[in-house]
């Protein structure tokens, strides 16, 4: 029946989009290569916030040369196309700085959460297996200041929100 309906689907998603691609951090680093003054711009941006090896890699890159050039050079060759791939993506040219700054929080929240994830999961763990109350404190401690963050993270979207339907009136 429905099943076998839905697998094609999958199969069409997972060829736009390989299993190790983030749209969102590819999307914020061809921001950044294509547009040298965000340089400076001061994001909070990480490369922890990388979760793929070739965006963190590409990020890093980025961050120690001043010149596209000198990038490609410090890059394994493997990671040229990819490179290339963002170098040459199409964007649209207005509001950059913006697009850059949501972009930003956009992919600290989406690190913030997966590490919410693995604090509860780890803490859940040591739970049952009787660990240390120790451990548990300071399991639960991070999971606090993880969840601060977020709230950070999530008001700093709000207020983005409302700066921007301010500018629209």
């Known amino acids: ?16 989009y390989p ?17 040298p003054e965000l340089k400076y711009r001061q994001e909070g941006l990480s490369p922890e916030y990388f979760e793929t090896s070739e965006n963190r890699e590409i990020f890093i890159a980025w961050q120690r040369s001043d010149k596209i050039e000198s990038l490609k050079e410090g890059l ?20 950059i700085e913006q697009k850059y700054a949501e972009c930003a929080l956009r992919l600290r929240e989406k690190f913030l959460r997966s ?6 999961a780890v803490l859940a763990l040591e739970a049952q297996s009787g660990g240390r109350a120790a451990d548990l404190a300071k399991l639960k401690e991070q999971g606090v200041e993880v ?12 207020r983005r929100r409302s700066e921007q339907r301010g500018v629209r009136k």
């Open 1 to 16: 029946g429905r099943g076998r309906a839905e697998e094609p689907k999958q199969e069409v998603a997972t060829h736009l």
């Open 19 to 35: 299993l190790l691609s983030s749209p969102i951090e590819e999307y914020c680093l061809a921001l950044l290569l294509q547009h």
């Open 76 to 95: 394994d060759s493997a990671t040229h196309e990819h490179l290339d791939s963002l170098l040459t993506r199409n964007l649209l040219s207005t509001k």
């Open 115 to 120: 590490l919410a994830t693995k604090i509860e």
């Open 147 to 158: 969840n601060i963050q977020l709230g950070e993270v999530f008001a700093q979207k709000s």
